[in-house]
Every structure is written in C-alpha cells, then in structure tokens.
Nanobody, 128 residues
Framework: QVQLVESGGGLVQAGGSLRLSCAAS????????MGWFRQAPGKERDFVGA????????SYADSVKGRFTISRDNAKNTVYLQMNSLKPEDSAVYHC?????????????????????WGRGTQVTVSS
C-alpha cells in the first residue's frame, strides 16, 4: 500500500501562485507515475499532469501547460505542483495519485483508472 497526503491548498487571487505538495509513504518503491488530478463541484475528476518517478519526465493537460509545473524530490518521496497565473476556473479539489507500472499502457495515461492510490485532496480556490 501507498499513502498519499496533499498539502498547500488555499485561497488566492487570479494571477497568483500556489505550490501543492504530495508526500508519499509506504511501498513507495512500487510507484512508477505520480499524477495530479482536480475535481470541481459537479464535475468529473480531470487530469492535470503527471511525472514519471524514475527520470522526472513530465506531461501536462493542455489547460495548464505553460502555467503549471510538476517536480519531485526522490529523497523526500514528495511531488510538487507549482501553479502560476492561476485562473478562477482552476478552482477545484486537487488530488495526487500514484500508479504502478502497467505494461501496454502509456505512462502518462490521463485517466483515473490508471492510478492505484489516491490522496484525499486539497482545496484550491481562485478568486476573480
């Protein structure tokens, strides 16, 4: 099992920045991909981006490309989501997720079912 705990959410004005953290514990050696998803009220959980644990390769949804950056600290088993130029439509609960390697599937498969473990999420609210 892998446990994930997010932190760093909050209220920010449009154009501002936030950095979310996701600390992993447990069987972290089994993690191949770490992803970030977000879910606004009444909407589905959407892919934000992902990072491949072994080499730091990243992938992003078009809606956040150029504004959000994912990084990792292997020693701390922690993944970060740096969010810049925030917009009101970025408001959501942000969840991190960990996925084990799945042969025959893209490492950055942007679907919920590609991930095996989930954090409880942290609220991000962007005011206009």
């Amino acid at each position: 099992q892998v446990q994930l705990v997010e932190s760093g959410g909050g209220l920010v004005q449009a154009g501002g920045s936030l950095r979310l953290s996701c600390a992993a514990s447990g069987r972290t050696f089994s993690i191949y991909t770490m992803g970030w998803f977000r879910q606004a009220p009444g909407k589905e959980r959407d892919f934000v981006g992902a990072i491949r644990w072994i080499d730091g390769t990243t992938s992003y949804a078009d809606s956040v490309k150029g504004r959000f950056t994912i990084s990792r600290d292997n020693a701390k088993n922690t993944v970060y989501l740096q969010m810049n130029s925030l917009k009101p439509e970025d408001s959501a609960v942000y969840h991190c997720a960990a996925g084990q390697r799945k042969f025959g599937s893209d490492w950055d498969n942007p679907v919920v079912s590609a991930y095996d473990y989930w954090g409880r999420g942290t609220q991000v609210t962007v005011s206009s």
